[in-house]
C-alpha cells in the first residue's frame, strides 16, 4: 500500500483530481494535498478569487461560470502554468484542471519541459441521482452562484461531453484510478491513498 514515506518532498509529483460536478473533488483535495505533500491548485477557486477581487479577468469569467460552461482554454492553461513554473520541483495537486483534451495536451507539454509528467489521475465516480442532490445542497450550504439548477444541468453535460473523455486518455497510458466516490470523506479518502503509487 502507498504511503507518505513512499512520496519525497524533492521529486516532482502531479496527482489530478477528476470527476463530474459534486463528486467531492474539493473535500478530498486538502486532505490528500497535506498527505502527500503537495500544493492544491483549483482552477475554479483562482477563477472564483479573481471574480470576488473583480480582476480584469474575473469580470469576464463570470458570466462563463455563471452559466456552467467553461472558461476558454488559454486563459486556463497560462494561470496553471504560471503556478507550475514557479514550483521547484513541481508538485502539484490539480483539481478541476485539466478539463479539455486541448489542456490535457497543454499539461502534457508544459511538464514534458518541465522534464516530468503526470503521477496519476484519480476519477471520483458518483451516480447522476447523487450528484445532483449533493450540488442542490451545496447551493443552500454555501451560496454558489453556479449551484443553481439550471447551471448544473449544464455543468454536468459540459462534463460528460468534454471531459470524461480525458478519462479514457490518462486510462491509455496506465495513469488513471477510478474510486468510488460514494461513502464518507474518510472512507474516500483512504481509497485514493490505497490506488496511489
Ligand atoms: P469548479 O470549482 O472546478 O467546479 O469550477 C467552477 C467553474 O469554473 C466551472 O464551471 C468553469 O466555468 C470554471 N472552470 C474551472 N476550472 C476550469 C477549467 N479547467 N477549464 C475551464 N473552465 C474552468
Avoid: C, W
Avoid at 476558454?72 to 521547484?88: F, K, N, Q, S, Y
Avoid at 519541459?113 to 443552500?140: F, N
Wanted: charged share 25%; no cysteine.
Amino acid at each position: 500500500m502507498a504511503d507518505h514515506a513512499t512520496t519525497s518532498a524533492n521529486t516532482p509529483e502531479i496527482v489530478l483530481l477528476m470527476g463530474p460536478p459534486g463528486a467531492g473533488k474539493g473535500t478530498q483535495a486538502t486532505a490528500l494535498a497535506e498527505a502527500r505533500g503537495l500544493t492544491p491548485l483549483s482552477t475554479g477557486t483562482m477563477l472564483r478569487d479573481h471574480v470576488a477581487r473583480g480582476t480584469e479577468l474575473g469580470q469576464r469569467a463570470k458570466a462563463i461560470m455563471d452559466a456552467g460552461d467553461l472558461v476558454p482554454d488559454d486563459v486556463i492553461v497560462g494561470m496553471v502554468r504560471a503556478e507550475l513554473e514557479a514550483a521547484d520541483p513541481p508538485r502539484f495537486l490539480l483539481d478541476g484542471f485539466p478539463r479539455t483534451p486541448a489542456q490535457a495536451a497543454a499539461l502534457d507539454a508544459m511538464l514534458a519541459e518541465l522534464g516530468t509528467q503526470v503521477t496519476a489521475a484519480i476519477a471520483l465516480e458518483a451516480d447522476d441521482e447523487e450528484l445532483v442532490q449533493r450540488l442542490l445542497k451545496r447551493a443552500e450550504l454555501e451560496g454558489r452562484s453556479d449551484d443553481n439548477e439550471t447551471t448544473v444541468r449544464n455543468r454536468m453535460e459540459v462534463y460528460r461531453q468534454q471531459t470524461q473523455p480525458l478519462l479514457e486518455y490518462y486510462e491509455g497510458r496506465g495513469a488513471l484510478k477510478r474510486v468510488d466516490g460514494i461513502g464518507s470523506i474518510e472512507e474516500i479518502q483512504a481509497r485514493i491513498r490505497e490506488v496511489l503509487p
